[in-house]
């Protein structure tokens, strides 16, 4: 099975970017669709972005469109979550996952990072 290991989280100020990482080893993740889930204080765990297996296809929760970009290197092993434009609602610990079904459905997402937090101040 595909282990994940998430990095590149840390305390920034409102309108900095950050970029995760999310190295996998075990297994190849061209198997797999990717994601980036997050889970805030007192919230429960939300799906930010997907990314199918080729690259060719994302999905981004409404809230991030337009500041977040999923990508991915399958060369590497590693998929990126570039956040931009950061805001303080984006507080949460980030979690990477892989999915060997569809990158959009949810349910599919059964191997999980640790996390990396993120943390944003006003």
């Known amino acids: 099975q595909v282990q994940l290991v998430e990095s590149g989280g840390g305390l920034v100020q409102a309108g900095d970017s950050l970029r995760l990482s999310c190295a996998a080893s075990g297994r190849t993740i061209s198997n797999y669709a990717m994601g980036w889930f997050r889970q805030g204080p007192g919230k429960e765990r939300e799906f930010v972005a997907g990314i199918n297996r080729s690259g060719g296809s994302t999905y981004y929760r409404e809230s991030v469109k337009g500041r977040f970009t999923i990508s991915r290197d399958n060369g590497k092993n590693t998929v990126y979550l570039q956040m931009n434009t950061l805001k303080p609602e984006d507080t949460a610990v980030y979690y990477c996952?892989?999915?060997?079904?569809?990158?959009?459905?949810?349910?599919?997402?059964?191997?999980w990072g640790k996390g990396t937090l993120v943390t944003v101040s006003s």
């Open positions: 996952a892989a999915s060997p079904g569809s990158y959009y459905s949810i349910p599919g997402y059964g191997y």
